[in-house]
C-alpha cells in the first residue's frame, strides 16, 4: 500500500509541473496535468505487478 | 502591424505572415538562471505568481520526500566511481540551491545509514526527478522571458 500511495505522490508532483509547463490554456493545463497523473500511476501499478508475476 | 499579430488574407483566413513577439534575451538567461538556482523564482521574477509558487513547491516538495526516504545526492565532482555518479549528479544539481546549500553543508552526500533504509531508492529517485523537473521549470521560464510564451 505504501509503494502505491509514494507513486501517486510523485505522479501528482510530476503531473502539476508538466500541466503547468504545457502551453495551453488553464483547463487544457489541468486536464493534461491529470493525464499525466494517471499514466504515471497506471503505468507504474500495471509494471509492478508485470514484474511481480515474472518467475 | 503591431507586435505579435497576425496578419490574415480577408477573403480566404489564409495566414500571410507572422510576426513573432520577442522579449529581451539577455534578461530571458536571467529569469532562466534565476529560475534554476531557486525554484519558481524565474515565473515568480516574471510576476507569474501562480505558476511559482506551484513549481517551486512541487520541486521544493519533492526534494524533501527525497531526503526524508533517505535519499542520498550524488557529488557532481566525484568522478572515482565512473561517470554514472556524476550524470546523476548533474540530475541533482538541478534543485540549484537546494543541493548547493547542501554540498556546502555537507548533508545528503554518501550517507551510509540513508543506504539501509527501505526507501533509499525511493529517495534517489525523488531527489534526481526534483532536479531534472526544475531544469524543465528554468527552460519554461526563458521562454516566456523571450516572448515564446505567455
Known amino acids: 500500500m505504501r509503494h502505491l500511495i509514494v507513486i501517486c505522490v510523485f505522479a501528482a508532483l510530476v503531473g502539476v509541473v508538466f500541466g ?3 502551453n495551453e490554456t488553464p483547463r487544457e493545463q489541468i486536464k493534461y496535468g491529470a493525464q499525466v497523473f494517471a499514466k504515471f500511476a497506471l503505468f507504474a501499478f500495471v509494471l509492478g ?3 511481480f508475476l515474472l518467475p | 502591424m503591431r507586435s505579435g499579430e497576425t496578419l490574415r488574407d480577408g477573403e480566404r483566413g489564409t495566414i500571410l505572415s507572422i510576426e513573432v513577439r520577442r522579449g529581451n ?7 532562466a538562471a534565476l529560475g534554476w538556482l531557486i525554484p519558481g523564482a524565474g515565473h515568480l521574477a516574471q510576476k507569474r505568481w501562480g505558476r511559482g509558487l506551484l ?10 520526500i527525497g531526503r526524508q526516504f533517505g535519499g542520498n545526492l550524488q557529488d557532481i565532482t566525484n568522478g572515482s566511481e565512473g561517470i554514472l555518479p556524476r550524470v546523476f549528479g548533474a540530475f541533482n544539481l538541478g534543485t540549484g540551491v537546494l543541493y548547493l546549500g547542501s554540498w556546502l553543508s555537507g548533508v545528503g552526500f554518501g550517507e551510509a545509514d540513508d543506504a539501509r ?7 534517489n529517485t525523488f531527489l534526481m526527478v ?3 523537473l526544475n531544469y524543465l521549470v528554468a527552460f519554461d521560464a526563458f521562454d516566456i522571458g523571450v516572448g515564446r510564451k505567455k
Open chain 1, 20 to 22: 503547468g509547463i504545457s
Open chain 2, 117 to 123: 533504509r527501505i526507501s533509499f531508492e525511493y529517495g
Open chain 2, 55 to 64: 513549481f517551486g513547491g512541487a520541486v521544493c516538495l519533492m526534494f524533501i
Open chain 2, 25 to 31: 534575451t539577455g534578461q530571458a538567461y536571467l529569469y
Open chain 2, 130 to 132: 526534483a532536479g531534472l
Open chain 1, 49 to 51: 505487478w508485470v514484474l
